[in-house]
C-alpha cells in the first residue's frame, strides 16, 4: 500500500508557495510543551505578526486530529494552545499521530520533515533539543540533530541551551555534516544568554549572506539542513552566570524524579521557568520573536535569490 500525504495549508501559505513568496515555518512543541498558557498563546500569535511585519508568510506546523497542517489560524492556534494530551512528535512519531489521527505538536525534526515537504526552505524556532548532559550514560541525543543532517531546511534558533551538553552538541552537528553559523557574532549564544564561553564554527552578519551560503550549498548538492545560531537581544538575556546555578538545580530535581525520555526538555523548561520567576519566559519569548524576525528576512533573500536566478536562467522560469 503506497500514497502519499497531503499537507493542509491555508490559502495565504498555499498562495505564497505557489508564487514563490517568502514563507516561514514554525514549530508547535514550543506552544505544547515549552511554554505555559496563556503566554504559549500569545508569544504564538506574536511570531506571527512579526513574521508577516518582515514580508513573509508564517506557517505553524502541527498535526490536528490527524491531519498535517502548515498554517494555522488564530483559533486553532489558541484550541492548540490550551488542548490537553497532545502528543509530541519527533521523526519516530510523526506517521503514528496521522495513521492513529491524533493531535500532536511537532518539535524541530518534526517540523523540518513537513516543512520541507510543502517547500518551506526555512523554520524559526527557539532552541534546538541536542545532546543531553551524561548522554555518554543515557544516550538521550535528540532525533533534531539528525533531522538537520538529513533534511534542507534552515532553522533559526537562539543557540542550544545549557540545559544540554554544548560542547558535544555541536560535536555532533560537525560530525553530520551540519553548518552552525553564529549570526553577527563569533561565539555560540546559549538561548537565554548571549554567550555560551564557545566560539561557533562559522559566523554570517546578515541574511543576504545567510541566503548566498545556502544557494551554494543546494549547488553542490547532497545537503541537509543549516542551524542559524542568533543571539537573544542584550536587553532580554539572563545572564550565564545566573542561569548556571537554576540549570544545576533543575537537572538534579530531574535526576531525582527519574524524568526520561520526552518529558526530560519540558520538566527542566518548567522548572527553570518556577526558579526563575517566569523571567525565563519572558527571555523566551523575546528570543523566538527575534528568531522569527531574522527568518522572515532570510526567507525574504531566499525568494529575491531563487526570482534573480530565473530571470537569468531562462531554462529555470516556471513559464
Ligand atoms: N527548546 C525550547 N523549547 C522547546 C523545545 C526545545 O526551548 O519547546 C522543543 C523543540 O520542539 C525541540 C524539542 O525540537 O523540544 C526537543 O525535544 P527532545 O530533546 O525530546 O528531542
Ligand atoms: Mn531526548
Sequence with gaps: ??????????????????????????????????????????????????????????????????????????????????????MKLSRADLAFALAERRTGATTVAATMMAAHMVGIPVFATGGIGGVHRGAELSFDISADLDELARTPVIVVCAGAKAILDIPKTLEALETRGVPVVAFGQHEMPAFWSRSSGLSAPLRLDDAEAIARFEATRRALGGHGGMLVANPVPAEDEIPAEVMHGHIEAALKLASDKDIEGKAVTPFLLGEILRLTDGASLKTNIALVLNNARLAARIAVALAAADTDHQASDPSQSKG
Design 1 to 86: 500500500m503506497t500514497g502519499s500525504i497531503t499537507i493542509e495549508t491555508t490559502p495565504e501559505v498555499k498562495d505564497a508557495l505557489s508564487e514563490g513568496r517568502p514563507v516561514v515555518a514554525l514549530e508547535s512543541t514550543i506552544i505544547t510543551h515549552g511554554m505555559p498558557w496563556p503566554g504559549n498563546r500569545d508569544m504564538a500569535l506574536e511570531v506571527e505578526a512579526v513574521i508577516r511585519a518582515g514580508g513573509a508568510v508564517p506557517a505553524t506546523i502541527a498535526v490536528i486530529e490527524g491531519r498535517l497542517r502548515a498554517g494555522l489560524d488564530a483559533d486553532a492556534i489558541t484550541a492548540l494552545a490550551q488542548a490537553k494530551n497532545v
